[in-house]
Structures are given as C-alpha cells and as structure tokens.
C-alpha cells in the first residue's frame, strides 16, 4: 500500500506601509500544478488570511494572535500528527514553487527506500547544503537524487519545504529539548536541523537539484535586507520543469 502524506503551510502577513507581498495563491498553484492532490492545511496569522486562495482541498487554521515562523510551525506539524494518520508530514512556507515533477518524484521516494534513520527529506536545496564534491558530481552529471546534507556554519538552512517520517516528526515533539525549548520565532530551520542531527541522530536528507524555489522577495523575518543571497535562498540548480 502507498504511503500516505499530509501537507500543511505557515502563512504570515509580508505587509510593509507601501504594499502587501502575496506568494502564497502561486505557491498554492504550484504545488497543485506539480501533482499534489492532497488536503493543504493553511496555518493563517492574523491578518494573512486574505492570502489563502479559496479553493477545493484548502482549509484554513485562523490564529488569533500572531506566533511566528517558528512558532507556527511547530503548532502546525503537531496538528498533522494530532489530526491525520498520514506517513509522511510535509511543511511547507507560503513562497514555496514546486518543480511540475515534485508529486512524482517525492511520491516515489516515500513508496521505496528505508527511511528509519532519516530524520527530514528536504525538498528544498540550498546550495550551502549541497557537499562540495556533490556540487562537483552534479557539474558533471554524475549524481542526481536524495543526498547527504552539509550543515553550513554547522547549521540546516531551508525552511521553505521539510518532509518528516511521522516517526521522527513524533520524536522531534516529543524528546528533542532544542526543539520543544526553543521559544524564539526565529531560527526554524537551524533548531529542527540540530534537533534531528546532533540531538536525535537522524539523518537529513537534501535533493540534487532542488525541487522546490524559494519565490519569496520579502521575509517576514528581514533576511530580504542582506545583500546578495549568502543566505542560500535559492533552490540549488532549481527548474521548474525536467
């Protein structure tokens, strides 16, 4: 029997006094576009529900007080374990564009391999994830797929899209300390990579090339005032067809 898989998406307000930043109704299109079929459970904060697009399979999980990234992440996949049975727990970010192959490949993926030291696959790729001798591979269209993934600055940089074995989504929420600790809205994808790694032992896993594109020109964290993109916010040789 194929696995099953439950998706949810954080949405947060992008508002500045000049404009309102929308990603999520193309993210929500991409993700359809890309095969997926299933439920999106949107985790909403206050005032960001004028981005969920109002459409079959969505639904709507309003906050009444704001929590942050993290925050409303962690609130959200505890709702997918709370209240699905599903295999597999997708996270998703409002600015996530999916390859249009993403439902084939992840669907693949989760149906096939042993996944029981596998903490997170990361659909999302930033390319100081990528090992320098992947990268080199890759160049040379030697290596394609899961990889190994390389913490920069010993930390996990990609938030927009996170693929947990309900295993270790359950064991992240219930034994990790970083994780049920950490109270800061910041740091998302740097808690849940050290939670898994180096406190939990579990592999994380990241996709050679990326599936998912970060779309996102403002962040509701600030990041969209560094320079250039150090940061890693692109998908490492993302395109959005094969």
Request: charged share 30%; with cysteine.
């Amino acid at each position: 029997m194929d696995k099953t898989l439950a998706i949810g998406m954080t949405v947060g307000l992008r508002k500045t006094k000049q404009q309102t930043y929308d990603y999520c109704e193309r993210s929500v299109r991409s993700l359809r576009e890309a095969g997926f079929k299933q439920t999106l459970h949107a985790f909403t904060e206050p005032g960001a529900q004028i981005h969920v697009p109002k459409a079959p399979n969505v639904t709507m999980l309003q906050h009444e007080k704001k929590k942050g990234c993290f925050r409303n992440f962690r609130f959200g996949l505890k709702w997918l374990l709370d209240n699905t049975e599903a295999d597999w727990l997708l996270m998703l970010q409002d600015d996530a564009l999916w390859r249009s192959d993403g439902w084939a490949i992840i669907s693949e993926s989760i149906n096939s391999g042993d996944y029981d030291h596998v903490g997170m696959l990361s659909p999302y790729t930033s390319k100081s994830m990528v090992f320098q001798g992947d990268k080199v591979k890759y160049a040379k269209k030697k290596v394609e797929g899961w990889r190994k993934c390389h913490f920069h600055n010993k930390a996990f940089w990609g938030a927009v899209a996170m693929l947990f074995p309900r295993a270790s989504a359950m064991k992240m929420e219930d034994e990790s300390q970083r994780y049920r600790n950490h109270k800061h809205h910041r740091k998302l994808d740097v808690i849940v990579g050290n939670a898994l790694r180096k406190e939990l032992k579990l592999e994380i896993l990241v996709r050679v090339p990326s599936l998912v594109e970060h779309i996102g020109a403002w962040s509701t964290l600030g990041r969209h005032k560094l320079r250039g993109n150090q940061w890693g916010r692109r998908g490492f040789h993302f395109k959005k067809t094969k």
